[in-house]
């Protein structure tokens, strides 16, 4: 007997098998994009200095008390003036808007103490207790961090950042082990409350990570400097990031990752980042097919990508499957933008990735691949969860520079299947596509370096 998740399955592949075009695909956009509605918030302001915060001083504590106060009172504004306020975890709870105002600077501490007590999280697709998140919400509704004020995460080469172990030194921290010591206990089934890290390993936290939450919104702020991943709603729904500047180059400094989310919007962005610009993801091996949530229905819109990993990235953490991806209208260029479109996982990940959309995507240069889908990331074969990708469409995108038009390599015994590209002009592109173990390209009116097809 099939199980749930299997018959969920078995039900998108007949969607797509029924020939899910890219014109009905796109209709299911507008359907999705009605049922995304940011929240709205009582027309109550609760000003953190009145709570205690002093520019230029700690004001963990009074941003704390002000969050209280606001939503003992039904909830509201959490006001952040003009000013630079320093600052630990900050948890939000439901119907609050933290408003970071013109002029106005939350600046996090870099001390791991100031994250702790450790809290219910995902790192880097696997569940544990771990440092909170600079700004965190577990099993919330109805709230935001908006404003156009500044977050800062404070890291840098000498704080958080080093934990990645990028150029290891005796006795210096280093995230390798605990990573490691992560990925054996979720293979093992260990509970999530006994994984657990924070001090002594060296897992950075995220920056903004509304856990099990719904009705959420980012909008207007600018993030900068983050120990590891910017905004990264997990299991949430319906989920707004608008107009949001992203600026950070540490080690994984994903700008935007969804993770078995349902219902995200993306729009109006701009994402200068160490790592992709947009990753969105489903849960990594074992632990990923425990918790057995699709990442679904995300719509990326208007924005600007500059440097990064990938301006779209799906995976690599994607066995809990991701489908319904619409990305439009927007701008990616940069040598250090390495991929438009890249969907990146393995035989150990799993997972099944179809239905995404890409359209109308201006790129002046990348140094990799336009599109690329890539099934030999990190582990590669020899793990016993072939990994399924079906039903690409791509349409209205140009490149002046690129090194690869297409780089497609999927498995003898999974291939990539139907995937399409029309009315796309790729130019300067330096060398002959990589396609290996592709069923159903087709290419409608491409032309490369001048040529028509492939």
Known sequence: M????????????????????????????AAILK?????????????????????????TEAIRKAIAACSAAGGGRVVVPAGEFLTGAIHLKSNVNLHVSEGATLRFSTDPKQYVPVVFTRWEGLECMNYSPLIYAFEQTNIAVTGTGTLDGGADEEHWWPWKGRRPVAGAPNQARARDALGQMAEKDVPVKDRV??????????????????????????????????????????VTVRDVKISTHGPNNDGCDPESSTDVLIENCVFDTGDDCI?????????????????????????????????????????????????????????????????????????????????????????????AVDFTYEEGGGGPFRPVVRNISVEDVTCRKSKYAVYLRGYPSSPIRDVRLARCTFDSVARTNVVENVEGLKLDSVAVNGRPGA
């Open 197 to 238: 890290f924070g001090e002594g390993g060296y897992l950075r936290p995220m920056f903004i990570q509304p856990y099990r939450s719904k009705n959420v919104l980012i909008e207007g702020v600018t993030i900068k400097r983050s120990p590891m991943w910017e905004v990264n709603p997990v299991l949430s729904r319906n």
């Open 35 to 59: 049922r995304i509605q940011p929240p709205v918030f009582a027309q109550r302001d609760f000003d953190i200095v009145k709570y205690g915060a002093r520019a230029g001083a700690d004001s």
């Open 279 to 371: 990753a969105i993801k489903s849960g990594r091996n074992r632990d990923g097919r425990r918790v057995g949530v699709a990442c679904e229905n995300i719509i990326v819109r208007g924005c600007t990508m500059k440097d990064g990993h990938g301006g779209v990235t799906i995976g690599s953490e994607v066995s809990g499957d991701v489908r319904n991806v619409f990305v439009e209208d927007c701008r990616m260029d940069s040598p250090q933008l390495e991929r438009a479109l890249r969907i990146k996982t393995n035989s150990y990940r799993g997972g099944t990735v179809e239905n995404v959309y890409f359209r109308k995507v201006t790129v002046g240069q990348v140094s990799d691949s336009i599109v």
């Open 2 to 29: 099939m199980t749930r998740r299997e018959l969920l399955g078995a039900a998108a592949a007949a969607g797509v098998m029924r020939g899910a075009s890219a014109e009905s695909g796109w209709s299911q956009a």
